[in-house]
């Protein structure tokens, strides 16, 4: 039962220090294997009740949290450049960046065709810092 409890609260702090669900369901898995642990002396089956109740609590907990959590994507204000026209200041082909001006501002860019200086492009997306274009249709 000492080293069950040991267990559970290394897991525990390690959740206390991390903050982000990572160890939890073990600190629970532990404690069902302490309590195991209080009426049969073996091992494996003490094993066995620490994964099995890690894993219950994962699925449990998991919905749960993600629940509370939210995952919101907070736009920002570069996201405003997707669907826009840009101009092409610097060509953009196969094996190097171009550059794109949107707005006033240079943007790193690249393309799966090859664009010339001066070619009008349409912002498909932004990856990183870099904006991905397609020539846009005239």
């Known amino acids: 039962m000492l080293i069950w409890f040991i267990v559970f609260l290394v897991m525990l702090i390690v959740e206390l220090m991390t903050v982000n669900l990572v160890s939890i369901w073990f600190s629970i898995g532990a404690l069902g294997a302490m309590l195991t642990a209080y009426f049969t002396d073996s091992i494996v089956i003490q094993i066995i009740v620490f994964i099995v109740v890690s894993i219950i609590s994962l699925l449990i907990?998991?919905?749960?949290?993600?629940?509370?959590?939210?995952?919101?994507?907070?736009?920002?204000?570069?996201?405003?450049?997707?669907?826009?026209?840009?101009?092409?200041?610097?060509?953009?082909?196969?094996?190097?960046?171009?550059?794109?001006?949107?707005?006033?501002?240079?943007?790193?860019?690249?393309s799966k065709e090859v664009i010339?200086?001066?070619?009008?492009?349409?912002?498909?997306?932004?990856?990183?810092?870099?904006?991905?274009?397609?020539?846009?249709?005239?």
Do not use: C, M, Q
Not at 74 to 93: A, Q
């Open 61 to 110: 907990t998991k919905p749960l949290v993600k629940k509370f959590k939210g995952f919101d994507i907070t736009p920002t204000n570069s996201d405003r450049v997707i669907g826009k026209t840009g101009e092409v200041t610097k060509k953009i082909d196969n094996n190097s960046y171009g550059e794109v001006k949107v707005f006033g501002n240079t943007w790193t860019a690249t």
């Open 116 to 138: 010339d200086v001066g070619e009008k492009v349409k912002v498909l997306n932004i990856e990183g810092v870099k904006l991905i274009v397609e020539r846009e249709e005239k």
